[in-house]
Every structure is written in structure tokens, then in C-alpha cells.
């Protein structure tokens, strides 16, 4: 009964390489969001999407491009991965329409790139 | 600009009581939100504040007066597991759930 999932939690790659994260939420909730935290920690947005449509898209490389096929799940994918890449990201899912706005957070996908 | 200011660190004692602070500018303002985050694992929710005033949950209280741009998250009766980071966030109004982070405190609850 996971609220927000993420797959896979680590993944270790070369440069130059391309991978995927999955994000799923069971919660309802009609906007997902990316966020990459680095390693002092700091969490910033990378992307969001309100029912499949972008609403969201920071100053973030083309390398890194967001989908969602449906408003349950949001997958990044990121071509040509650099060693500045090497972080963690989240996936968080909120209700944007209401009175409660808090995001509930996946449990995180460790990228190393070597 | 956005900026969002929290001490980098803080420690206080098992039993205490430890106020931490955010202070915060951002164009526009639709409440501020504490996360918790114990390392290696995800941040989870503790308390939104949109009006002024207190809000109190349990062990944990948060205050917001948005005339000051400033918060403070205000922990009691201090236990071990709190040690952990604790995120100071402002949701950006009109931007779609837009959540702008500080850069987090490290609390260490000592014995």
C-alpha cells in the first residue's frame, strides 16, 4: 500500500550513458513532481505535471525529459548522463485542487555516475 | 529572487525543547510548509501554515508571520529519532504546487 514509488532506488552507470526512473502514486493525486537533491543536501524542482500536462520545467538541461502517460505516473529519463548528474531524485505527488497541498514524497532513486 | 535561510545545524539535548527559524523572500506566497527527513530516506510532511500564528501537532508547533517572511518550527520534549534534517519549503503562488526548499537543518539530539 505504498503511497508514492520510485524504481529503482540505486542506479550506478557509466557516462554517457541513458536511463530511466519510474515513479508511480496511488494516492489520487492530480500532480506529480521531479526533484534532484544534491549531495549538501539541498532539494530543488526539476519538473511538474498537473493531469499529464507540464506545468513545471525549471531551468534543467534538454538531457533530462520528463513523461507521463497518465496522471498516476511520471518517468524522467535522462540521455547522456554527465558526472554532475550524480545525485538523488525524488518523485512527490500533491492534490492541487483542494485545501491540503502537501507532497508526499517517493522514497528516492540514488544515481551514481562514474 | 527566491531565497530561503535556515541554520545549517543545530544540536540540543533528549527532553529539550529547540526552535528552529526560516526566514524567506519569494515572489509570491501560497504557505510555508516543515518537512522532516532522516537520512537516506524521503522527506515526510509535518505542518503547512498559510495564515499568521501558531499552528501546534502534537510534539511539534509551527509559526508563520508572513509580514516578517519568517517561520519557526518548534520541537518538545526532544527525542532521539528526531535527529534528522528539517526542510523549511514556500509554495510559490499561482505556480502550480511549485515548492521552494532551504537548504535544510541537521538537528542532533544528544543523550
Known amino acids: 500500500d505504498t503511497a508514492v514509488s520510485q524504481t529503482p532506488k540505486y542506479l550506478v552507470t557509466q557516462m554517457g550513458n541513458d536511463k530511466s526512473i519510474k515513479c508511480e502514486q496511488n494516492?489520487?493525486?492530480?500532480?506529480m513532481y521531479w526533484y534532484k537533491q544534491d549531495s549538501k543536501k539541498f532539494l530543488k524542482i526539476m519538473f511538474s505535471?498537473?493531469?499529464?500536462?507540464?506545468?513545471i520545467n525549471e531551468t534543467v538541461p534538454n538531457r533530462f525529459s520528463p513523461k507521463s502517460p497518465d496522471k498516476a505516473h511520471l518517468n524522467l529519463h535522462i540521455n547522456s548522463l554527465e558526472l554532475g548528474d550524480s545525485a538523488v531524485y525524488f518523485c512527490?505527488?500533491?492534490?492541487?485542487?483542494?485545501?491540503?497541498?502537501?507532497?508526499?514524497f517517493g522514497p528516492g532513486t540514488r544515481l551514481t555516475v562514474t | 529572487g527566491q531565497n530561503i535561510d535556515q541554520p545549517t545545524e543545530m544540536t540540543a539535548t533528549e527532553g529539550a525543547i529547540v526552535q528552529i527559524n526560516c526566514t524567506y523572500q519569494?515572489?509570491?506566497?501560497?504557505?510555508l510548509f516543515w518537512y522532516q527527513q532522516h537520512a537516506g530516506e524521503a522527506p515526510t510532511f509535518l505542518s503547512y501554515?498559510?495564515?499568521?500564528g501558531l499552528e501546534e501537532k502534537g510534539r511539534f508547533s509551527s509559526f508563520l508571520s508572513r509580514s516578517k517572511g519568517y517561520s519557526y518550527l518548534l520541537l518538545k520534549e526532544l527525542q532521539m529519532k528526531d535527529s534528522a534534517s528539517y526542510l523549511c519549503?514556500?509554495?510559490?503562488?499561482?505556480?502550480?504546487?511549485?515548492?521552494?526548499f532551504g537548504q535544510g537543518t541537521e538537528l542532533s539530539v544528544k543523550p
Open positions: 512527490a505527488s500533491s492534490q492541487t485542487s483542494g485545501t491540503s497541498y502537501e507532497q508526499y
Open positions: 494516492l489520487g493525486h492530480d500532480t
Open positions: 505535471y498537473n493531469n499529464k500536462e507540464l506545468i
Open positions: 519569494t515572489s509570491g506566497f501560497n504557505g
Open positions: 501554515n498559510v495564515l499568521d
Open positions: 519549503a514556500v509554495m510559490i503562488y499561482n505556480q502550480g504546487g511549485k515548492l521552494i
